[in-house]
């Protein structure tokens, strides 16, 4: 079965840290950029970082940038968003996406998404 399935979602304190996963099964991820999205409770739906498919390119929306690394790891067919010094406002589900076309919202796959809360 082709999919993407993005895990590490969880609660925790302003100021932690998360490592969400991006794993692909069914299809080859290297093949592929990866986009990070977050959609907030009432608010549009953001992107968040991009790695191209070499891992050579990224991307970080400016609201992340310094507190978030994006980086792929091929041989497990998995790319990562590990996320620190995290604030309320970066309260959303998050969402990994394969792309054609690094950064675009234009999908080949979409994940289900996976909640990250913060919150004291």
């Known amino acids: 079965q082709v999919q993407l399935v993005e895990s590490g979602g969880g609660l925790v304190q302003p100021g932690g840290s998360l490592r969400l996963s991006c794993a692909a099964s069914g299809f080859t991820l290297d093949d592929y950029n990866i986009s990070w999205f977050r959609r907030a409770p009432g608010k549009e739906r953001e992107g968040v970082s991009c790695?191209?498919?070499?891992?050579?390119?990224?991307y970080y929306a400016g609201s992340v940038k310094g507190r978030v690394t994006i980086f792929r790891d091929n041989a497990n067919n998995t790319v990562y968003l590990r996320m620190s010094s995290l604030k309320p406002e970066d309260t959303a589900v998050y969402y990994c996406?394969?792309?054609?076309?690094?950064?675009?919202?234009?999908?080949?796959?979409w994940g289900q998404g996976t909640q990250v809360t913060v919150s004291s």
């Open positions: 790695i191209s498919s070499s891992g050579l390119s990224t």
């Open positions: 996406a394969a792309t054609y076309v690094f950064c675009s919202d234009k999908a080949a796959y």
